[in-house]
């Protein structure tokens, strides 16, 4: 069996590769530096999450997301940015930031668990 660290980078790694495969872009013809990106098998859990996290770049203009439909299970990420940035400079920046988020909450939560399983 492989280090937990080692396991856990080879996870994240394949799970950034299918999390890519399943996102398609589009740039928008009629407003500059504003793009959609489809991102397939995934519902308001994500879309909230990553609409949040653009919100917090300050070079995103816009940033929000929808439902097609109720029996379509894909989310329609829609980014507007200033001329700083792109929108999928935007896209990946929350993606990376999100990515090291949930790092430190999973590093806290384990720490944690360590502590509490030694007290008791």
């Known amino acids: 069996m492989l280090p937990t660290a080692t396991r856990d ?13 399943r996102v398609s872009y589009e740039g928008d013809t009629k407003i500059i530096n504003a793009a959609s990106f489809t991102v397939e098998r995934e519902d308001h859990t994500i879309g909230n999450i990553l609409r949040m996290q653009l919100h917090r770049d300050e070079n995103v203009l816009f940033a929000g997301y929808k439902l097609p439909h109720p029996l379509q299970y ?17 896209y990946n920046q929350a993606i990376n930031d999100l990515d090291k988020e949930l790092d430190h909450l999973k590093n806290a939560f384990e720490a944690e668990m360590a502590k509490f399983s030694q007290d008791y």
């Open 9 to 21: 980078s080879s996870f994240q790694r394949a799970l950034k590769i299918i999390i890519l495969a």
């Open 74 to 90: 894909k989310i329609i990420v829609r980014i507007h940015t200033t001329s700083q940035s792109s929108p999928m400079q935007a």
